[in-house]
């Protein structure tokens, strides 16, 4: 039987030397803004019970979980994502905690995507969630912490900003049903012009009709509205458009400019949202880096109704843009190799203390002689070898 | 900044394409006489095209190492993900079809029906569609052949004018849907390079009606 004893599983990596110092680097500076802004973390179990994803507004697939089979037969998952086991966990371990509840985490999440396509099945993630409040301060805390984290990491992003109750307003107008919605959603998701119109072609004309064909295309800055408010009648969909206006006001004298941009296409597959929804991409990677938005229906799935908001942020995708960039250098090499004549191993090991505390990265030579210690030094290209006693 | 990456469809797509970048403006000479060169400038270095199979089209796009790409319906459908699918080129028009030995009844009858076909994603979709278990084999060649020397009882695949299904005593039973050139944009690459892609997309959306 073939053994498959040197290789990782599809999807994942082994992080060596300057990849994993990068992700250090990287997830510190994030972690540096969650902790200031009064955020507090929480790790939640590697391995959880199937059913905690699989209600239905997940948004998550079956076949993009892995599963695993506990001794009493229950079906387990790797955490496919860490809203889920928050909403969990503050729905019974923090019940009767003072709200709102600040929470952050950096963990692991694993999908089972298709098989070479070069995705990433195991993603180190970092992110908040807000808990037990709604309303315009806690959207403006959780977006403008958002903001500091993708800016503590990169220069050149953009924010995108979106409203969940936009489309789903619009929609109730329409005479359809579920799967006949999801397929509208999917074309505006995906900017599927011809395959939105097919759909909407075969529905009665109306101005909600009309209104929906327009969200994909409107997405830009501050004139968005401007065009909106004059195609959308819809009482709620005109709320939740002056709501968003007031948060893109509110956000202007953060000073991000052109950073910002409106999408009302941003419908998003998690359907668990219901608010504002944003996404943040940094030039260079393919793919959004950041994700988040408010999602006050789900925790009544945990029987414990409020209001939530939250974000992720792929930090794989930005450790990568790091190296690439890599003007920062993650040197793991020493100045200097100490090697110690028998009977001077402490000598040796006490000179390598004193020299890392006067700021030289000194290394103690385990390597049992003075040639195999040159020889090692030469390969690593350590400049220079001292020898003690 | 780097000008916009274009991933183009090999073969026929290819020379509809450069027509039409011509029809706006560009200069496309250097594409013209690639060689054996696979990234090329046109126009004045306005963008860069990148030639690779239609498949792969999508692959770069969705990495977002193109920031665009032309590619047909049909690849979309078969190996499609995540990325936004901007404009409809109105070119490289066919159709898939299910089609059947002439005078077969695909529908009749309970026993499981096989399906050969060079596109197994759409296929699955279509039956799933209707809730119907179909067996699906894949074939890479001609698929027409299969049920002809009775490897399945019908095919789906790609049909422009049906003259070889016609030669081999096929016939189309069910047209599966429609097929053309398509604009797509990496999801990343529109909202941070928004204004050349629209501009773009505006000029080739206005050659194209």
């Known amino acids: ?389 | 900044m780097n000008p916009l990456r274009i991933a183009l469809t090999k073969g026929r797509l290819e020379k509809t394409t450069i027509e039409l970048f011509e029809k706006i403006g560009y200069n496309c000479d250097e594409v013209k006489n690639k060689g054996r060169r696979l990234i090329l400038p046109v126009g004045n270095n306005d963008f860069e095209v990148v030639l690779a199979k239609a498949a792969d089209v999508i692959t770069y796009v969705e990495h977002g190492v193109c920031d665009l790409g032309v590619v047909g319906k049909d690849t979309i459908l078969e190996n499609g993900t995540s990325f936004y699918e901007l404009l409809d080129l109105g070119f490289g028009k066919c159709k898939f079809a299910l089609a059947t030995k002439k005078g077969y009844d695909f529908y009749g009858g309970y026993n499981t029906k096989t399906i050969a076909t060079k596109y197994p994603n759409v296929t699955r979709a279509f039956f799933d569609d209707k809730n119907m278990d179909v067996r699906i084999i894949k074939i890479e060649g001609s698929v027409e052949l299969a049920p002809l020397v009775g490897l399945s009882d019908g095919i789906v695949d790609i049909v422009e004018t049906g003259s070889t299904l016609k030669a081999n005593g096929l016939e189309v039973i069910e047209w599966v849907t429609d097929i053309s050139a398509r604009l797509i944009a990496n999801t990343a690459s529109l909202k941070l390079r928004k204004n050349e892609i629209e501009a773009l997309q505006n000029k080739l959306e206005a050659a194209t009606k």
């Open chain 1, 1 to 389: 039987m073939k053994k498959y004893l040197r290789i990782t599983p599809e999807g994942t990596k082994d992080f060596l030397f300057a990849e994993a110092s990068a992700m250090d680097d990287i997830c510190g500076k994030i972690e540096k803004v969650f902790v200031s802004r009064g955020f507090q973390k929480v790790i939640t179990p590697g391995i959880e019970f199937y059913d905690v994803f699989s209600i239905p507004c997940s948004g998550i697939s079956q076949e993009s979980m892995f599963k695993m089979v506990d001794n009493k037969g229950r079906l387990l998952v790797a955490r496919p994502d860490s809203t889920l086991p928050i909403a969990r966990m503050v729905s019974s371990r923090l019940k009767n905690s003072a709200l709102p509840v600040r929470l952050y985490y950096k963990q692991a999440v694993y999908r089972n995507n298709p098989t070479l396509t070069g995705r990433r099945n195991e993603l180190m993630q970092m992110g908040v969630e807000l808990l037990g409040v709604k309303g315009l301060r806690a959207d403006l805390e959780i977006l403008s912490t958002a903001v500091k984290a993708i800016s503590s990491v990169a220069n050149d992003f953009r924010i995108e900003l979106g409203h969940a109750e936009v489309f789903d307003a619009l929609s109730k107008e329409l005479d359809i049903d579920d799967d006949y919605k999801e397929k509208i959603r999917v074309s505006i998701e995906g900017k599927n012009y011809s395959a939105l119109n097919n759909l909407l072609d075969r529905l009665e004309p109306c101005k909600a009709v009309s209104a929906i064909r327009s969200l994909p295309s409107l997405f830009g800055g501050e004139e968005v509205f401007t065009k909106a408010f004059e195609i959308c009648e819809d009482t709620n969909a005109v709320e939740a458009l002056d709501y968003l206006h007031k948060i893109y006001d509110s956000l202007i004298p953060l000073g991000l400019g052109d950073k910002l941009i409106i999408d009302l296409g941003l419908v998003q597959r998690n359907d668990y949202y219901t608010g504002i929804v944003f996404t943040g991409y940094i030039n260079g990677i393919g793919d959004a880096v950041l994700s988040g938005g408010r999602y006050d229906d789900l925790l009544s799935v945990f029987d414990a109704p409020m209001g939530a908001a939250g974000f992720a942020i792929d930090t794989d995708a930005v450790t990568i843009k790091q190296l690439a960039d890599s003007d920062v250098s993650y040197s793991d090499k020493p100045d200097v190799l100490i090697f110690a004549q028998d009977g001077y191993e402490i000598e040796g090991i006490n000179l390598v203390s004193q020299l890392i505390e006067g700021g030289t990265k000194a290394e103690f030579s385990t390597l049992p002689t003075l040639e195999a210690t040159k020889e090692f030094a030469s390969k690593r290209g350590i400049a220079e070898v001292k020898v003690v006693g």
